[in-house]
């Protein structure tokens, strides 16, 4: 794990980018972690099918609450069809670290949020969160 990858995910997590709630949001969608007690809420304000505001609020652990603010990050200004394509893998890059298998569902839960409240469950699979 780099010392700058590890710099990046504490100041999103104690610094968080997006933090907080929408009026009136286009999409919202809530997931929890129960293997850690992670809750996270995803809000999205769309211009036409590009996210033109994205926040998220929750409580949780620092993998879980940094990989949100970073998403939300990358997200703005993105159309849903990019929030569709985007893998597990390219997630796991924008966070920057290695993650271990006990911190998946952690870094896993903002996009599995997102994708849910977006498109539905079908688009969210169980492998996604298996293995790296």
């Known amino acids: 794990m780099s010392d700058l990858g590890m710099e990046i995910l504490l100041d999103h997590y104690k610094d968080p980018r ?32 590009v996210i033109e505001e994205i926040r ?27 929030v569709k394509r985007m ?5 796991l890059d924008l966070i920057g670290i290695e993650v271990n298998p006990m911190r998946l569902k952690c870094a896993l839960l903002a996009l599995k949020a997102t994708k849910i409240g977006a498109f539905g469950i079908a688009e969210w699979h169980d492998d996604d969160e298996e293995g790296l």
């Open 18 to 49: 997006n933090f907080g709630h929408l009026d009136h949001p286009d999409i919202a969608h809530e997931e929890g972690n129960p293997s850690c007690g992670d809750q996270l809420r995803i809000e999205i304000r769309l211009n036409g099918d």
């Open 56 to 82: 998220f609020n929750g409580k949780g652990c620092a993998v879980s609450q940094a990989s949100a603010s970073m998403l939300t990050e990358e997200l703005k200004g993105k159309s849903l069809d990019f």
């Open 87 to 91: 893998s597990k893998d390219q997630m």
